[in-house]
């Protein structure tokens, strides 16, 4: 009888599907067939299988993954409830190749290997475009292909290594929180009552009173202990055992591994002390260290909280329901996911917008402050954009509905606020993996020193390895960069500065110099007439060359065009209009020739012309004469004054690069006290230019997200002001919500503060772990000074980060 | 050495995931169905089969040492040495272990016959014997584990701690089904194995530091 039987992966064992030996191992037939296998015990078991034709012990299994065993069928049916289109709508964006992205929350996570497992697992899933795994949030983020994979696959594959994922639903967040922040009190309350009592007879016995204590006193005392002690190491330590487990899966260890391991050590030594009654016990160590282990959690856990729903609370502050005018104008209300771009809505005064919309009336007063951290309400106009999330101010708007839910600005900050959260910056991967290397040296040196110790005097061995595990147990270095990378992250985003990097953070203190664009940066970019002149020669009234110009500009598209089609109400004709490009409008007016342009255009009529406004860019003309002159401009922001001034007092060289002539761009420089200008600058020259800088060290660029992608792309750390619309679209590093140039400076403010307490945080911690090492291999740490020295050195580390918070 | 039986305690635990993937799903598919009864009829003769050993070795180390004053310490020596050799072996770093496995197989030979007569076995003393040869497949983890019983002193001794260790082995095989798909997953992981690899040599390292250091006392 021969079966055809499913063939293992290749490279592992037929029999047990473990990765074969390196000289291909052992061979074994099995129906016929000749198999690898890895052991003279798989060639054994696979023989007598064989043998006993119990081969549909091999058929009916699963070869693809050998940790994969299906779920039972009701936890299957409800992750593929999740396959149904319009439920998925809701929660996941589309994307134009076809390819769909959403966030789920995970519960279960502990630590950073959690997040490495789940990331490994779901990235060897064929049609996984990306995974990203945020531990701080638990979140994952998750590209796919629907036609190659299906979402239930996916939620599966996580359920497999033993964390439920479901879509990330900002509603039930808050509660996600209490239960979490639950989970830490009950623990921690456990823990600081049991170590009270501990403590307190261990002092007792320690000093003083010792000697009025009997033997029968003493092993009662330690009984005491052992009960107070057992619930702290069952229930209280359960976050550190869990997270360490999930480590060692990951072959990842981290710091939960020696403090598993002390814990557990200096519990069951201590017991067997207590139950033989001979030895030391040290069930207040036990205590103590898990109390302030937990506090430290605790206190990470809040301070990731905070800085979480901050962008939660935006959500939560969409409306579920929207106002519908319908075709006939009555209005009806509908739930918000079942708006369509092109309804129209009404907002009422007071209420906040359930989606991104245009507005239909003539204006409206909004406020943006959730968007843009901007409390000043804005006057928008009809056509503009309106955003999800601003409160309508003044009387009920009508909109036109452009994007709903996830497709929102709104969303978008929410994602970009994530996405920077669950980007690691370098520094803290450097800081992480450092923790981590430090993890496996201290289990090194732990076991040395076990060892060494063992031959000096075997009795003291465990109790200086003990000390050893607890004391250099570098808590303090992986929450150094976290906490602080985290505050910063919060309080930027409170001050309306999205982060797509957080490495920015990082590379800022090497810049030396910032580039600024001027048009819409230092400027409104909002162009207005500043100046016109008129040539007393001219045969005409200067509101009959007015009339002309305006009626000119009208054929034109160039943006200084804008400001000179409202110059008077004095209508005139013209005909025979065409553009020459690059330089201006050429027309018939009143059967002369007539051209609206640069001034290289009219020289070409009148070589010897110059302007009488030196900064006027705009010149009208006829064969016989220059008739008019006009200056447009855009505003200088009323801020830019005093952020130049400031960036300036922070070390950094201001360098203005623009397209505009050095005439125009002189002044405005001169006014702000930049020194340094580069004027006609074609996008090719303002790229140019930064790489040359670039050359000395890292530079930042502020400018303009659209027109000028390719210089921010090339800076180190790009900057650009929010066109909220936009926001998809921009590359740049940091984006400022508040369109005012004052926000810069918080960024260099905050980056620059959260560097100083990072560099704090891991100077600090390196200090510690690397100075206690020696101390505590030579025994000179007693378990409980241990647990104090351990935990004071986490949480000064805590506090400092959490100033960020303030 | 009340120190020596945990060791042997250990080794059984530490091979969980070893267990798990070679004989996990087996027994059940041996005993017809795996319920509790006849799972534990099962391993009972497993375990009987390794404390059988365990006397064996006992008894004839026992034998040996009457004749040898620094017996102990050299077999306690060469038993640190086996356990670093498992330790090894469990975190995949060196598979010298599977030697020791091939001189199992002539034995393992001459017992597969027998074994095809209880194909299926569906008596619980039948499921009991079927056990008990299946305890003699080649293993390097029951190999390594013998190196302990050695040391025991007795025939006695021996089998204690051969049985401490089948125990050890015990839920890994046992409650296979109870373990949720983490605790398998994890159990199973390379991360796991690498662990309980260190622990063994950590082990190792103690034990032949204290062998070494008894021999400085003797000498």
Redo the contacts between chains.
């Keep these: 009888m021969s079966k055809v039987l499913p063939e293992a992966p290749p490279g592992l064992c037929f029999?047990?599907?473990?990765?074969l030996?390196d000289d291909g191992g052992y061979q074994v037939v099995i129906a016929d067939q000749q198999r690898p296998v890895c052991?003279?015990?798989?060639q054994?078991?696979a023989?007598?299988?064989a043998?006993?034709?119990?081969l549909?012990?091999y058929q009916y299994?699963d070869t693809s993954n050998?940790?994969a065993?299906p779920l039972v069928p009701e936890e299957l049916q409800q992750l593929s409830a999740y396959d149904d289109e319009q439920l998925q709508q809701q929660f996941t964006r589309t994307h134009d190749d076809q390819s769909r992205s959403m966030t789920l929350s995970v519960e279960g996570m502990t630590c950073s290997a959690c997040a490495w497992l789940i990331e490994q697992h779901l990235a060897r899933i064929a049609g996984v475009v990306q995974a990203q795994v945020n531990a701080t949030t638990e979140r994952v983020h998750i590209t796919w292909v629907p036609a190659q994979v299906k979402l239930s696959t996916l939620l599966q594959a996580i359920?497999?290594?033993?964390y439920r994922a479901l879509p990330f639903q900002s509603a039930t967040q808050e509660q996600d929180f209490k239960r979490k922040r639950r989970y830490f009190i009950n623990r921690l309350g456990v823990a600081g009552l049991a170590t009270m009592q501990v403590m307190m007879i261990a002092v007792a016995l320690y000093f003083g009173v010792l000697s009025e204590f009997d033997e029968n006193l003493k092993q009662f005392m330690w009984w005491i202990s052992l009960l107070f002690a057992t619930p702290v190491l069952l229930y209280s330590a359960q976050p550190f055992y869990l997270s360490a487990?999930r480590?060692?899966?990951?072959?990842?260890?981290n710091m939960d591994v020696p403090v598993s391991i002390a814990l557990l050590g200096a519990y069951g030594a201590s017991a067997y002390a207590t139950i033989t009654h001979q030895g030391e016990v040290y069930f207040e160590s036990v205590a103590m260290f898990t109390f302030f282990l937990l506090v430290g959690r605790y206190l990470e856990l809040l301070a990731k909280q905070k800085a979480l729903s901050a962008a939660a609370n935006l959500i939560k502050l969409l409306p579920a329901v929207a106002d519908r005018e319908g075709a006939d104008g009555e209005i009806e209300t509908v739930p918000v996911s079942q708006l369509h771009p092109g309804d129209v809505i009404r907002v009422l005064s007071g209420h906040t917008l359930p989606a991104d919309g245009t507005l239909l009336d003539g204006t409206a007063l909004v406020n943006e402050s959730v968007l843009t951290g901007e409390s000043r309400p804005v006057q928008k106009h009809r056509g503009e954009t309106m955003l999800a999330g601003s409160i309508n101010q003044q009387q009920t708007a009508r909109l036109q509905v452009t994007a709903i839910q996830q497709d929102t600005v709104l969303a978008s900050i929410i994602a970009l606020q994530d996405l920077a959260l669950s980007r690691k910056p370098k520094l803290a991967q450097v800081a992480e993996r450092l923790a981590n290397q430090f993890v496996v040296q201290v289990l090194i040196m732990a076991?040395l020193t076990?060892?060494i110790w063992?031959?000096i005097d075997?009795a003291e061995a465990f109790w200086v390895t003990l000390a050893v595990l607890v004391a250099t147990c570098p808590c303090a270095l992986a929450l150094a960069a976290p906490t602080a990378v985290t505050g910063a992250i919060h309080k930027l985003n409170k001050s309306g500065v999205l982060l797509r990097n957080a490495d920015v953070l990082q590379v800022l203190q090497q810049v030396k110099t910032v580039f600024v664009d001027k048009t819409g940066t230092l400027t409104s970019g909002e162009f207005k007439l500043q100046q016109s002149y008129v040539a007393p020669c001219s045969p005409y009234a200067s509101d009959q060359l007015h009339a002309i110009t305006q009626a000119l500009e009208h054929y034109s598209e160039h943006p200084l065009a804008q400001p000179l089609r409202q110059l008077t109400t004095t209508k005139c004709q013209v005909s025979q209009v065409e553009t020459i490009t690059g330089a201006g409008l050429q027309g018939i007016w009143q059967n002369q020739s007539v051209r609206l342009g640069s001034l290289a255009f009219i020289q070409q009529w009148h070589p010897e012309y110059q302007p009488h406004l030196p900064q006027a860019q705009v010149f009208l003309a006829s064969v016989a004469g220059v008739w008019a002159e006009y200056q447009v401009g855009d505003q200088l922001r009323s801020d830019a004054q005093i952020g130049v001034a400031r960036l300036q007092q922070a070390g950094f060289k201001v360098v203005m690069l623009t397209g505009d002539r050095l005439e125009l761009a002189q002044p405005i420089a001169q006014q702000l006290g930049i020194t340094e200008v580069q004027a006609n600058c074609l996008p090719a020259d303002k790229l140019a230019y930064v790489s040359e800088a670039q050359q000395q060290h890292p530079v930042m660029m502020i400018g303009d997200g659209i027109n000028d992608g390719p210089v921010l792309a090339q800076a180190d750390i790009s900057v650009t002001f929010g066109h909220a619309a936009d926001l998809a679209r921009t590359a740049a590093d940091v984006v400022l919500m508040r369109n005012q140039f004052s926000a810069v400076l918080s960024f260099v403010d905050i980056a620059a503060k959260s560097r100083t307490i990072l560099r704090q945080n891991i100077i600090w911690a390196l200090v510690y772990n690397v100075g206690i090492l020696p101390v505590a291999m030579f025994g000179l740490v007693t378990p409980y000074i241990a647990a104090i020295g351990m935990s004071v050195s986490s949480l000064i580390v805590l506090l400092n980060s959490l100033r960020l918070y303030r | 050495m009340q120190i020596d039986a945990v060791a042997a305690l250990l080794m059984g635990l530490a091979g969980a995931g070893h267990c798990l993937m070679m004989c996990g799903g087996l027994a059940g598919a041996l005993s017809g169905n795996a319920s509790l009864p006849r799972l534990l009829a099962y391993n009972a003769g497993r375990i009987s089969s390794y404390t059988i050993a365990g006397a064996i070795i006992g008894a004839a180390a026992s034998q040996i040492m009457q004749n040898m004053p620094d017996g102990l310490v050299y077999l306690r020596l060469l038993a640190a040495f086996f356990l670093l050799v498992l330790g090894l072996y469990l975190g995949g770093w060196w598979l010298g272990l599977q030697r020791l496995e091939k001189l199992g197989i002539p034995l393992w030979r001459a017992l597969q016959p027998v074994a095809v007569k209880f194909r299926q076995a569906q008596s619980m003393p039948a499921l009991y014997l079927a056990g008990m040869l299946w305890g003699w497949l080649p293993c390097g983890l029951v190999y390594s584990a013998l190196s302990w019983a050695a040391l025991s002193g007795s025939a006695s001794q021996g089998a204690l701690y051969m049985a401490l260790f089948g125990l050890g082995t015990l839920p890994a095989m046992v409650a296979f089904g109870w373990f949720s798909q983490a605790v398998q997953a994890f159990l199973k992981s390379q991360g796991f194995k690498q662990l309980m690899g260190i622990i063994m040599i950590l082990y190792a390292a103690w034990t032949a530091i204290i062998a070494l250091r008894q021999l400085g006392i003797l000498h």
């Design positions: 029999h047990c599907l473990q990765p030996p052991c003279y015990g798989c054994a078991v023989e007598t299988i043998q006993q034709n119990l549909h012990f299994r050998p940790l065993i359920a497999q290594l033993g487990l480590s060692i899966q990951a072959q990842r260890p076991a076990f060892l063992t031959w075997p």
